[in-house]
């Protein structure tokens, strides 16, 4: 056990989510977590500008632990040799922590990178975008049609392949190149708190 799972306990979650039956997040939160500096914190603060004011509330933490939110944004430089300096903390600790159902890892790193790093499925499913190359503004307008479409009840899963759409298209220049794992499924935003 990680020293940040020993530190918040353990908690799970698990859920079967169809695109009839996705699910709904009431008011949702988004955070932002850098682990990686000046570097990240500039990258953070443009980010935070741009998708900050479509959620009911914004977090913002310069280290561990992560702020609680449904949404996390994770400025961390994967190290292909080693966690981030001076953590003993492994990329799903931290998403589990903070009780996110879906994580952006933020900077960019090598594929191989996040394959080691993040490892299998824990016992927390969210849904994990890993970004290979920003692609500089088009990172933040990326992410937030992808979350307008959500707060439209439409789930995050038909959001991305919308925006997002496999094989050779020329939309994929107006977006960052990344991977998604949707180990959560279909989630859909509400405006309204519960």
């Known amino acids: ?93 931290v998403i589990r922590a903070a009780h996110a159902y879906i994580a952006v890892f933020a900077l960019e790193n090598d594929s191989k990178v996040y394959i080691e790093h993040i490892g299998k499925r824990s016992d927390w499913g969210a849904n994990i975008v890993m970004v290979l190359d920003r692609n500089g503004d088009k990172f933040a307008g990326f992410f937030a049609r992808l979350f307008a479409a959500m707060f439209e009840n439409q789930s995050m899963l038909m959001a991305w392949i919308q925006l997002a759409p496999q094989g050779p298209s020329p939309k994929h220049a107006e977006m960052p190149s990344s991977i998604l794992t949707a180990e959560a499924g279909h989630i859909t935003f509400n405006r309204r708190t519960r």
């Open 1 to 93: 056990m990680s020293l940040l799972s020993k530190l918040l306990g353990r908690r799970s979650w698990s859920v079967h989510t169809t695109l009839d039956r996705p699910l709904e997040i009431h008011g949702p939160t988004i955070g932002f977590l850098n682990l990686s500096g000046a570097a990240g914190a500039r990258l953070l603060e443009a980010d935070k500008c741009a998708l900050g004011p479509l959620f009911s509330e914004t977090r913002v933490s310069n280290g561990l632990p992560p702020p609680h939110c449904d949404v996390l944004f994770i400025y961390w430089k994967l190290n292909p040799e080693a966690d981030a300096p001076g953590l003993a903390v492994f990329p799903r600790d």
